[in-house]
């Protein structure tokens, strides 16, 4: 029987929805701190992450079917060591945003339910009930995974793209007066707004991931990932521009829910629950897309003898549901010791070190797409403008990185490091079994 495959809807909606989550409900607001100059972040942003996309899509080409993503990319052409530090850092970088995204998503739902604000035990429970239900929805099979992607992704973005396409008649030209108001030249400005931007494109590689699972992954990967950041750019930018000409500047920096106040203005009160629904909706299926990738690094590692066996092992559906439950297992705990009141500080910083080590992921592709390419196709016509937008891709990223701020850098560092003696371990086992 053979298995059923993800197509170019539903690779789409793996791309779109592991980009969209929680944060774009409350971006605008933090950009309206810097006046609409955050406007030409967002375009600085997106070029940084086309850059990036070009630089998946053409690795997916070189290397085929192989599933993944940056993990294969490095080991391909940095080696082993490369390869096993960027897919330990990425994983790790995974279960962490998950938690994030279910704790997220739990406190939405208590726009409707308010006992999830007042009593954390529910609350965690409540949690842990999405997130294992979500796991069970991915072990039926990586297509129906790819389906509820599709149908969550569909209506995440219809209120989003509805604001920001009837916000643009409600627009007042006043409030893009103040065009920069952070106090700062406008390069730093435009600087500082496209690190925070660029965060929000970080999931552009999801595709790659499970390239053995897409139908027709040469053609597939690049329409999806090309398809996808476009959906998600015209998101971000239109709804940007609409909630900054909504609402006047003094009080989006200081909304705790933009989206929910402009659709308030146009439609009316109704509509703040229109817009918490699309929330819950935009980070579960945010979860949905994640859970999937967090099965498919590890087993990828596994496959190549780089992390113990049983993470590769499938079930009936072509699953690696070991992979998906184990580290479901890490989020839960995550997500108990975020309603623990003595280490929440301690998981909020577990959420920056998730980025950081997300971010040495698309460094080393970078660094490897010019190796790669080198090796299997040569120097020849073209390889220049592959080495510009290689050299972009590894710029943003390390622009990232040190947006990071020090501290973080150096913790990201331990813990990447804190992986190696798993990669010894299995060196040795590896040897033995020789």
Not at 110 to 123: H, T
Not at 198 to 222: H, L, Q, V
Not at 234 to 261: N, R
């Amino acid at each position: 029987m053979s298995r059923k495959k993800l197509g170019f809807w539903t690779s789409s909606s793996l791309v779109v929805g592991n980009m969209i989550g929680s944060g774009i409900f409350l971006l605008p607001a933090t950009l309206a701190s810097y006046g609409s100059i955050s406007i030409f972040g967002w375009i600085v942003s997106a070029f940084g992450a086309a850059a990036l996309a070009y630089v998946f899509i053409e690795l997916s080409k070189m290397l085929p079917g192989t599933s993944g993503g940056p993990y294969i990319y490095s080991r391909e052409g940095l080696g082993d060591f490369a390869g096993f530090l960027v897919a330990w850092g990425y994983w790790i970088s995974i279960w962490c945003v998950n938690a994030a995204i279910a704790i997220a998503l739990v406190s939405y739902l208590g726009v409707f339910f308010p006992v999830l604000q007042v009593n954390n035990i529910i609350a965690v429970c409540t949690g842990l009930a999405i997130v294992w239900g979500v796991v069970w929805i991915n072990t039926l099979g990586i297509r129906e995974a790819g389906i509820f992607s599709l149908l969550t992704s569909i209506l995440k973005i219809t209120p989003l793209l509805a604001i920001g396409i009837f916000g643009l008649f409600y627009l007042k030209v006043e409030h893009f007066t103040s065009f920069n108001i952070s106090g700062q030249s406008d390069i730093r400005a435009i600087t500082q707004t496209a690190t925070l931007t660029f965060f929000a494109y970080m999931g552009i590689e999801c595709a790659t991931i499970p390239s053995g699972d897409i139908e027709n992954p040469k053609r597939t990967i690049p329409r999806s990932t090309y398809f996808g950041l476009g959906i998600v750019t015209l998101v971000y930018i239109l709804g940007t521009t609409s909630l900054m000409g909504i609402i006047p500047p003094e009080e989006l920096q200081f909304s705790q829910a933009p989206f929910a106040d402009a659709a308030s203005i146009i439609w009316g009160p109704w509509a703040e629950n229109l817009v918490a629904v699309g929330a819950i909706i935009s980070t579960l299926g945010a979860l949905n897309g994640w859970i999937l990738i967090q099965g498919q690094i590890p087993a990828a590692i596994s496959r190549d003898k780089l992390f113990p066996a049983l993470f590769s092992k499938e079930n009936k559906n072509g699953v690696p549901v070991l992979s998906i439950v184990l580290s479901s297992v890490l989020i839960s705990l995550l997500m108990i010791m975020n309603y623990s009141k003595g280490l929440v500080a301690a998981f909020k910083f577990a959420l920056l070190l998730s980025s950081m080590t997300a971010l040495i992921a698309y460094l080393f592709s970078s660094v490897s797409f010019v190796v790669t390419t080198a090796k299997k196709e040569g120097i020849r016509s073209g390889f220049k403008l592959k080495i510009i937008i290689a050299s972009i891709s590894f710029l943003f990223s390390i622009w990232a990185i040190a947006g990071s701020g020090l501290e973080i850098v150096y913790w990201g560092f331990f813990l990447l490091m804190g992986g190696l003696p798993v990669y010894v371990w299995m060196k040795i086992k590896n040897m033995e079994l020789n």
